[in-house]
């Protein structure tokens, strides 16, 4: 093991000389290697051969950088030569020790093996029995020589707090390992036995003091002792005050058998224990019963992270807001143990779309709750809050958005919403809104010329409700604005929306016609068609062109309905349309078994159908069936003009695939069967044409040649596509 050249502290002199020695780069600091380096010198210097292990270093390296700058400065080094040697001298004794009980505890074993040898030459002269007792002793010694591995995992400690004639508090955790109970010769058991906290202890680490800790104190680092198993040990968990080394010394105290901890080490989880107070200053730091430690024994350290997406807030008054989401323990009644915050917005209905992470230990019983705050320039307050907090169960990534209740704090009862989406990723998708023309609009009766564009807009319910209920507008676009159009307007720029999924959404689309100066005006808002989101979704899976008719904001003097010819397409984002059906089906289930729901929520819409006792939606789009491969173009708005196909019927020649299916009669309408319509009766059945006789055909032309009439003979269908068609004009139109 080596003899001790020098137990002594160095001289300062002498230390400044290692400082300057390997302080290669010349700035006035060791960095880790460097200070390895000094290390092995000074473990020459007392007077040992053997290399110290990593971890000793590290720890060593930690301790000494007060100021947790990764680096000794030379303020951090000249501790060694005065008291800073003495803890140095003990670590470095620990080590040889703990070294001399490896090279002791291999020989016993050597020594057991000849002893088992001995027992087996033994049970063959005087019998099994006596063998099996050796034996039995031979364990035992081993059992009570084993090298036990004690990881502690400290998180937090409730019910203390800085005083207020204080204004330092460094809380640490001092976890021992001692032979004998420390509580012998105490007087009383808040009194400080000052023999037993000098040591001498089989096992000791101390843990970091937190930051900027005022009140219960949290910690995120794991302490780690090893030490031989024997009997009469205790582990003696220890929370002193030691600001500068002048603290206020040991707070309060958590004592444990050895055979306590063996049995928490075999099954690790979260458990909350309850320490002994000593007699302090209350004015210093308040204490107040029960004092309770949040740790785990043995084991990983249990981690908790989740993300949570704040998508926005509603109805709040027209100030700047903020959102604050923290994670509380002891199911929401305990102390913020983590708090992020979004970005100020300004309101009623800000947008963050900002993604926040909780990371955390898992206790197991944490609870979140998000704040609304009001802020200026100067400092921010809490407005409002969740009403319910949610539980840590309901924070699983399951990929659905929820939109939650606010309680506001100043008594104003605003009905606040805040809506949060649990997942991985923040949830996003981009809608396309192709629309291509609109028949049966006009800005008022007297006008003959407009500027028409269509507006779509994501409300965060039924926008029809009008003072039953208020809408926020999500997110909004428009087409390009045509100006002086005279006749039925056709759009070429789509509307693309990047939306979220949340439960209740719905999407309005209004025909509009923006005024000469620029002035909006009442009219300027010409018809409207309102559509559930999880039904627009439906529709993007097919990206097909339909016709949906509006509802005129005011009177026209218009024959027909106005209608808006346009189709849905999702084009990009994270999430697929689905989405949306499984939020809304999960918001539908949540409030049918009981769960928390808008008071909202459950109010009939304008324009529902109450069928077998449940609102189902209803509005006036009407879907053509399309089969697959192509697409029904809009039928022309020219009054009086028959399909093609029909006038090629009628004329007796063969109608070609290709128009039958782009070309043919206008299909009837597919209505919903669950909105609780009656099916349509089924169209009647078209009679075909057939040929005239021969004779009657010979009369015809006959009667048609004294009247005028010249008669040319069949004509073959390559005369459609001839520059010579008379007709190729209007069939060109269709």
Same mark, same amino acid.
């Given at each position: 093991?080596?003899?001790?050249?020098?137990?002594?502290?160095?001289?300062?002199?002498?230390?400044?000389?290692?400082?300057?020695?390997?302080?290669?780069?010349?700035?006035?600091?060791?960095?880790?290697?460097?200070?390895?380096?000094?290390?092995?010198?000074?473990?020459?210097?007392?007077?040992?051969?053997?290399?110290?292990?990593?971890?000793?270093?590290?720890?060593?390296?930690?301790?000494?950088?007060?100021?947790?700058?990764?680096?000794?400065?030379?303020?951090?080094?000249?501790?060694?030569?005065?008291?800073?040697?003495?803890?140095?001298?003990?670590?470095?004794?620990?080590?040889?020790?703990?070294?001399?009980?490896?090279?002791?505890?291999?020989?016993?074993?050597?020594?057991?093996?000849?002893?088992?040898?001995?027992?087996?030459?033994?049970?063959?002269?005087?019998?099994?029995?006596?063998?099996?007792?050796?034996?039995?002793?031979?364990?035992?010694?081993?059992?009570?020589?084993?090298?036990?591995?004690?990881?502690?995992?400290?998180?937090?400690?409730?019910?203390?707090?800085?005083?207020?004639?204080?204004?330092?508090?460094?809380?640490?955790?001092?976890?021992?390992?001692?032979?004998?109970?420390?509580?012998?010769?105490?007087?009383?058991?808040?009194?400080?036995?000052?023999?037993?906290?000098?040591?001498?202890?089989?096992?000791?680490?101390?843990?970091?003091?937190?930051?900027?800790?005022?009140?219960?104190?949290?910690?995120?680092?794991?302490?780690?002792?090893?030490?031989?198993?024997?009997?009469?040990?205790?582990?003696?968990?220890?929370?002193?005050?030691?600001?500068?080394?002048?603290?206020?010394?040991?707070?309060?105290?958590?004592?444990?058998?050895?055979?306590?901890?063996?049995?928490?080490?075999?099954?690790?989880?979260?458990?909350?224990?309850?320490?002994?107070?000593?007699?302090?200053?209350?004015?210093?730091?308040?204490?107040?019963?029960?004092?309770?430690?949040?740790?785990?024994?043995?084991?990983?350290?249990?981690?908790?992270?989740?993300?949570?997406?704040?998508?926005?807030?509603?109805?709040?008054?027209?100030?700047?807001?903020?959102?604050?989401?923290?994670?509380?323990?002891?199911?929401?009644?305990?102390?913020?143990?983590?708090?992020?915050?979004?970005?100020?917005?300004?309101?009623?209905?800000?947008?963050?779309?900002?993604?926040?992470?909780?990371?955390?230990?898992?206790?197991?019983?944490?609870?979140?709750?998000?704040?609304?705050?009001?802020?200026?320039?100067?400092?921010?307050?809490?407005?409002?809050?969740?009403?319910? $907090? @949610?539980? &840590?169960?309901?924070? #699983?990534?399951?990929?659905?958005?929820? !939109? %939650?209740?606010?309680?506001?704090?100043? *008594?104003?009862?605003?009905?606040?919403?805040?809506?949060?989406?649990?997942?991985?990723?923040?949830?996003?998708?981009?809608?396309?809104?192709?629309?291509?023309?609109?028949?049966?609009?006009?800005?008022?009766?007297?006008?003959?010329?407009?500027?028409?564009?269509?507006?779509?807009?994501?409300?965060?319910?039924?926008?029809?409700?009008?003072?039953?209920?208020?809408?926020?507008?999500?997110?909004?676009?428009?087409?390009?604005?045509?100006?002086?159009?005279?006749?039925?307007?056709?759009?070429?720029?789509?509307?693309?929306?990047?939306?979220?999924?949340?439960?209740?959404?719905?999407?309005?689309?209004?025909?509009?016609?923006?005024?000469?100066?620029?002035?909006?005006?009442?009219?300027?808002?010409?018809?409207?068609?309102?559509?559930?989101?999880?039904?627009?979704? $439906? @529709?993007? &899976?097919?990206?097909? #062109?339909?016709?949906?008719?509006?509802? !005129? %904001?005011?009177?026209?003097?218009?024959? *027909?309905?106005?209608?808006?010819?346009?189709?849905?397409?999702?084009?990009?984002?994270?999430?697929?349309?689905?989405?949306?059906?499984?939020?809304?089906?999960?918001?539908?289930?949540?409030?049918?078994?009981?769960?928390?729901?808008?008071?909202?929520?459950?109010?009939?819409?304008?324009?529902?159908?109450?069928?077998?006792?449940?609102?189902?939606?209803?509005?006036?789009?009407?879907?053509?069936?399309?089969?697959?491969?192509?697409?029904?173009?809009?039928?022309?708005?020219?009054?009086?003009?028959?399909?093609?196909?029909?006038?090629?019927?009628?004329?007796?020649?063969?109608?070609?695939?290709?128009?039958?299916?782009?070309?043919?009669?206008?299909?009837?309408?597919?209505?919903?069967?669950?909105?609780?319509?009656?099916?349509?009766?089924?169209?009647?059945?078209?009679?075909?044409?057939?040929?005239?006789?021969?004779?009657?055909?010979?009369?015809?032309?006959?009667?048609?040649?004294?009247?005028?009439?010249?008669?040319?003979?069949?004509?073959?269908?390559?005369?459609?596509?001839?520059?010579?068609?008379?007709?190729?004009?209007?069939?060109a139109r269709r």
């Amino acid at each position: 093991m080596g003899a001790t050249a020098s137990v002594e502290a160095p001289a300062a002199e002498e230390l400044k000389r290692l400082f300057d020695k390997h302080d290669v780069t010349g700035s006035g600091n060791l960095e880790r290697q460097e200070a390895y380096a000094l290390i092995e010198d000074l473990r020459l210097r007392y007077g040992m051969e053997e290399e110290l292990p990593d971890s000793f270093k590290d720890a060593v390296f930690e301790d000494f950088d007060k100021d947790h700058a990764g680096t000794w400065s030379w303020h951090d080094v000249r501790v060694l030569s005065g008291d800073g040697w003495q803890a140095m001298r003990r670590r470095l004794q620990r080590v040889r020790v703990r070294g001399g009980q490896r090279h002791n505890r291999a020989k016993r074993q050597k020594e057991q093996t000849l002893t088992e040898s001995a027992s087996s030459a033994w049970a063959k002269v005087s019998g099994a029995g006596a063998a099996v007792a050796a034996m039995k002793e031979v364990e035992k010694v081993k059992d009570l020589e084993e090298e036990i591995e004690l990881d502690f995992h400290p998180m937090r400690i409730e019910n203390i707090s800085i005083g207020q004639e204080s204004w330092t508090f460094a809380p640490q955790i001092d976890l021992r390992v001692i032979r004998g109970d420390p509580r012998r010769g105490r007087a009383a058991p808040h009194e400080v036995n000052e023999a037993v906290f000098k040591g001498p202890f089989v096992a000791q680490v101390v843990s970091k003091v937190p930051r900027g800790t005022t009140q219960d104190p949290t910690w995120s680092d794991s302490l780690h002792v090893t030490f031989t198993k024997a009997k009469g040990l205790y582990v003696h968990i220890i929370l002193s005050d030691n600001r500068f080394g002048v603290g206020l010394g040991p707070l309060t105290e958590l004592l444990l058998t050895l055979g306590e901890v063996l049995d928490m080490l075999r099954s690790p989880s979260v458990r909350r224990l309850q320490m002994q107070p000593f007699t302090v200053d209350q004015t210093k730091v308040i204490i107040r019963p029960p004092v309770v430690l949040v740790a785990q024994f043995g084991g990983p350290r249990p981690s908790f992270q989740r993300f949570v997406h704040v998508i926005r807030a509603e109805s709040l008054p027209e100030e700047s807001f903020l959102l604050e989401v923290e994670l509380l323990a002891n199911n929401g009644d305990g102390c913020v143990l983590v708090a992020q915050r979004t970005d100020s917005q300004s309101g009623p209905d800000p947008v963050y779309h900002h993604s926040l992470c909780l990371d955390w230990d898992d206790e197991g019983d944490m609870a979140v709750n998000c704040k609304v705050m009001r802020t200026s320039l100067t400092s921010s307050e809490t407005f409002a809050e969740l009403r319910e $907090k @949610l539980p &840590q169960a309901a924070l #699983e990534p399951v990929g659905r958005s929820e !939109r %939650l209740e606010m309680r506001c704090l100043d *008594g104003t009862g605003t009905n606040a919403e805040v809506s949060l989406h649990f997942a991985d990723v923040m949830p996003e998708m981009s809608l396309n809104i192709t629309i291509s023309s609109a028949t049966g609009l006009a800005p008022k009766s007297e006008a003959w010329t407009f500027n028409p564009f269509v507006e779509a807009c994501v409300f965060s319910r039924d926008p029809r409700l009008g003072s039953l209920g208020r809408a926020a507008r999500v997110v909004f676009g428009q087409t390009e604005i045509l100006s002086n159009c005279h006749s039925d307007p056709h759009w070429e720029q789509p509307i693309v929306l990047k939306i979220v999924p949340e439960p209740g959404l719905f999407l309005r689309l209004s025909a509009c016609s923006e005024a000469a100066l620029g002035v909006t005006r009442a009219w300027d808002e010409l018809a409207e068609v309102v559509m559930e989101m999880p039904e627009v979704m $439906k @529709l993007a &899976q097919g990206s097909v #062109e339909r016709k949906y008719t509006m509802k !005129r %904001l005011f009177e026209m003097k218009r024959h *027909g309905d106005s209608e808006l010819f346009m189709s849905f397409a999702q084009v990009g984002g994270n999430v697929a349309a689905a989405a949306f059906e499984r939020t809304a089906a999960a918001h539908a289930t949540r409030t049918r078994d009981g769960g928390v729901a808008s008071p909202r929520a459950g109010r009939p819409v304008q324009g529902e159908l109450m069928a077998s006792g449940s609102p189902t939606s209803k509005h006036t789009a009407v879907q053509l069936p399309i089969a697959g491969g192509y697409a029904l173009p809009p039928q022309p708005s020219i009054q009086g003009l028959q399909p093609l196909a029909q006038v090629l019927t009628v004329h007796g020649q063969e109608v070609p695939d290709v128009i039958a299916q782009l070309y043919g009669p206008p299909q009837q309408p597919r209505y919903l069967q669950s909105a609780g319509w009656p099916a349509p009766p089924p169209p009647p059945a078209s009679a075909k044409p057939s040929p005239l006789p021969p004779e009657e055909l010979s009369l015809a032309l006959s009667a048609g040649a004294k009247a005028g009439a010249q008669v040319k003979g069949n004509v073959p269908m390559s005369f459609f596509s001839l520059p010579g068609n008379p007709h190729l004009a209007w069939l060109a139109r269709r």
